[in-house]
């Protein structure tokens, strides 16, 4: 099936993005059936972040629902930019553990006790923890109250914070519980990369790595031939990955906001990347990471499949290597991995869903590829991933 036949303008004639560039600054509009709202991309943003929400919001009572680590570096910066606004710090730890029903619970119990209403507002300050924890209480306290994002990770200023989704996990797995609900505002202020720890970095590189390789043959040869200034974020390169990033994401978000379709191209690399998550007890690699693993994977499976030639399979895996960091693969059984893709949320009945590559900048979906093919491939990507440890050691 290509998903690409299911985004045809004429069905979203309400939906559209513009990307206006000025200097250091970038403006995405995502417009979708239901909302409507920009993505400012802009180094030093969050000093000026209560007179943008006021432009967006009004004059709200704020909930900042921060991630502690990430408090401790910017609270004085955040403080300067609200100054004028009526707000309430919660800053609390947001790692993925607490990622859970009972977080959302001491939250809006927080908010409630600290006299939060109807027309109050949430800011969540942090990485995809934060986003999809605080998304998630501004979904559910009063049935529903407006929020803004301001991404702190990479991995989230490139793709949590847009788009919407929102939730917990279960014991049982990942993002199980959750809602939809789009944020009115988000602020994506580059400088706040400077305190993020390297490998972090790197996980999130990936997912820009990711939107060339399913929509941008330009943005993935810029990370094919700028990897010094992307590994040393370089202004331009941190710029030029932020908005590009969004701008695809916020373009598929926009023609399929629920994930009925072309959405789900997003998944590149993620089939094998969650089964490897699960297999390791999501504790070895980052997310952004097990999505390199996959999207190698997934390139010599689209070869296999007589989709992608060798050539652009080798250029897709050496720009995830040159950007990886793969510990901890070296006992792993490529079966067990393949088994578990049958059982990922985003199978049918069972029957793996895999997008796969037919050149850089174009993927389609299919259902259930042979499973032979699916072993040789994830065992091709663990020889790869662990080829680059080797090296490194
Ligand atoms: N909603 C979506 O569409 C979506 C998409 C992708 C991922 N996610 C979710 O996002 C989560 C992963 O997000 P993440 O990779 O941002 O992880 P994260 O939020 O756990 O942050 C990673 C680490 O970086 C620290 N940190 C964050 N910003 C920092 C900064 N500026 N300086 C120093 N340290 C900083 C955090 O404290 C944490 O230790 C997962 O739970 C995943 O499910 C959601
Ligand atoms: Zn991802």
Redesign the pocket.
Known sequence: MRLRARAAPGRHRLQQVHMVQKGLMALVSVETLGSRYDVRIEAGLIGSAGSLIRETLGDRRLFVIA?E??WT?YESRLAEGLQGCDWVALPSPL??PR?RMSTVERLCSDMHAAGADRGSAVVAV???????VAGFVAASYMRGIDFVQVP??L??QV??SV?G??GVNLSSG??LVGAFHQPRLVLVDPD??V???DR?YL?GVQEVVKHGIIRSPELFAYMETRAAMVRARAGEAVEKMISESVRIKAAVVCADERESGLRRILNFGHTLGHALEAETGYSTL???EAVGFGMVAAARLSELRGRLGSRDRARIEAVVLSYGSFAGLESLDARNIAARTAGDKKAVGGRARFVLADSIGSVSEELDPPAEQVIAATEHALAACGAVESAAV
Do not use: M
């Open positions: 991630d680590t990430v570096h790692d993925e990622k942090g990485g995809g923890v934060a986003g999809d702190t990770t991995l989230a793709d949590a788009g989704k929102t990942k993002n706040t990369l305190s993020l720890p972090e996980a980052l997310h952004g």
